[in-house]
């Protein structure tokens, strides 16, 4: 059974910081990606990292956003630097696997 938690959202203003947590079970050796949706818009890729550490970032978040995963803890990370009002979205965490796992997503917003 697959279980993706996350955790850390909340409201920020312009310029701050947040981390995000996705507490995983029931995945392994799978990559793990973070997606966000805002009002209105479809959901989008924000960051990818593989099982060997490798990541990639959509250009409006490269610079900002940093994706790590501690695999002894099953944890998977999104640490979000100067943020601004377009990241407002609910994040959402994805383990990529022989098939794509969702967890139920956190609000961000910031103003």
């Known amino acids: 059974h697959v279980q993706l938690v996350e955790s850390g959202g909340g409201s920020v203003q312009a310029g701050g910081s947040l981390k995000l947590s996705c507490a995983a079970s029931?995945?392994?050796?799978?990559?793990m990606a973070w997606y966000r949706q805002a009002p209105g818009k479809e959901r989008e890729s924000v960051s990818f990292?593989?099982?060997?550490?490798?990541?990639a970032y959509a250009d409006s978040v490269k610079g900002r956003f940093t994706i790590s995963r501690d695999d002894a803890k099953n944890t998977l990370y999104l640490e979000m630097n100067s943020l601004k009002s377009e990241d407002t979205a609910v994040y959402y965490c994805?383990?990529?696997?022989?098939?794509?796992?969702w967890g139920q997503g956190t609000q961000v917003t910031v103003s």
């Open positions: 994805a383990a990529v696997c022989a098939r794509v796992y």
């Open positions: 029931g995945v392994s050796r799978c990559g």
């Open positions: 990292i593989s099982r060997d550490g490798t990541t």
